[in-house]
């Protein structure tokens, strides 16, 4: 301890003893709040950009918020999240016990597709100056039971999908950001508006033919032929007509 312990009364004796050992208890506890703050920079709060202090650095950065750089990435990790969960469905429809093959590549593609939605993302992000940080995904169910509980499982997550791009749209307008808010109006959300509806048919027609029997082979046949509107689907053209 560094005193002289040995004139002292017993019961000072004690009490050094009792503060040396709190001292100690402190230190340690000072330490690990220290850990514990160093490793808050790198541990995801919500999904926001944790090196938005880095970015703000690079000399391409103008006129992009950290508000805005947050939501893009956010929406980056929803469609790989979305991308993720597609393959594993589309490797449902894969199975021996399942197989139909027109789903698992309708499914495949949704995959696909928004693998690299997030690439365009992650792109816009770097041209602007920002940084997207990886972060962990989510692991898919896999329990599915038919096409039907597949296929409302893609309609919940879309409907996520939409919501986020909403998000995106509002922070990035907030934010100033003109080209952005345009290139999500006219190619992001006109196109998700069109999955919605797609996916939407497409569950109608399994619920009408029912998941067991010939009536989703052929519609599997049709999905496989002849993609989402060889099934039925009639994704809403209005805003493209609208555009013309």
Same mark, same amino acid.
């Given at each position: 301890?560094?005193?002289?312990?040995? #004139?002292? *009364?017993?019961?000072?004796?004690?009490?050094?003893?009792?503060?040396?050992?709190?001292?100690?208890?402190?230190?340690?506890?000072?330490?690990?709040?220290?850990?514990?703050?160093?490793?808050?920079?790198?541990?995801?709060?919500?999904? /926001?950009? @944790?090196?938005?202090?880095?970015?703000?650095?690079?000399?391409?950065? /103008?006129?992009? %918020?950290?508000?805005?750089? =947050?939501? @893009?990435?956010? #929406?980056?990790?929803?469609?790989?999240?979305?991308?993720?969960?597609?393959?594993?469905?589309? !490797?449902?429809?894969?199975?021996?016990?399942?197989?139909?093959?027109?789903?698992?590549?309708?499914?495949?593609?949704?995959?696909?597709?928004?693998?690299?939605?997030?690439?365009?993302?992650? +792109?816009?992000?770097?041209?602007?100056?920002?940084?997207?940080?990886?972060?962990? @995904?989510? !692991?898919?169910?896999?329990?599915?039971?038919?096409?039907?509980?597949?296929?409302? *499982?893609?309609?919940?997550?879309?409907?996520?999908?939409?919501?986020?791009?909403?998000?995106? #749209?509002?922070?990035?307008?907030?934010?100033?950001?003109? /080209?952005?808010?345009?290139?999500? =109006?006219?190619?992001?959300?006109?196109?998700?508006?069109? *999955?919605?509806?797609?996916? !939407? +048919?497409?569950?109608? %027609?399994?619920?009408?033919?029912? *998941?067991?029997?010939?009536?989703?082979?052929?519609?599997?046949? !049709?999905?496989?032929?002849?993609?989402?509107?060889?099934?039925?689907? %009639?994704?809403?053209?209005?805003?493209? =007509?609208? =555009?013309?």
């Amino acid at each position: 301890m560094g005193l002289q312990t040995k #004139h002292l *009364h017993p019961l000072a004796l004690v009490i050094l003893l009792i503060f040396a050992d709190l001292a100690r208890v402190g230190s340690a506890a000072q330490q690990a709040v220290g850990r514990l703050t160093r490793l808050q920079r790198y541990q995801p709060k919500g999904v /926001q950009s @944790l090196l938005a202090g880095e970015s703000m650095k690079l000399q391409q950065r /103008q006129n992009f %918020n950290i508000a805005s750089e =947050e939501a @893009l990435s956010a #929406h980056a990790r929803v469609e790989l999240q979305a991308s993720y969960t597609y393959r594993v469905i589309a !490797a449902y429809f894969a199975r021996s016990d399942v197989a139909l093959g027109g789903f698992e590549e309708y499914f495949r593609k949704k995959s696909e597709d928004s693998l690299e939605k997030a690439q365009t993302f992650i +792109d816009y992000m770097n041209s602007r100056g920002g940084i997207f940080i990886f972060q962990m @995904l989510e !692991a898919p169910r896999y329990d599915w039971t038919s096409a039907t509980d597949a296929m409302k *499982h893609s309609l919940a997550m879309e409907l996520d999908i939409s919501d986020s791009l909403l998000k995106v #749209h509002r922070v990035c307008t907030e934010g100033g950001d003109p /080209q952005f808010t345009d290139t999500l =109006e006219t190619f992001f959300m006109r196109r998700q508006v069109e *999955h919605l509806k797609e996916i !939407a +048919d497409l569950l109608t %027609n399994i619920e009408r033919v029912g *998941h067991k029997g010939v009536g989703i082979y052929i519609l599997d046949r !049709a999905l496989k032929q002849g993609g989402a509107e060889g099934a039925g689907a %009639n994704p809403n053209t209005g805003l493209q =007509e609208a =555009e013309a």
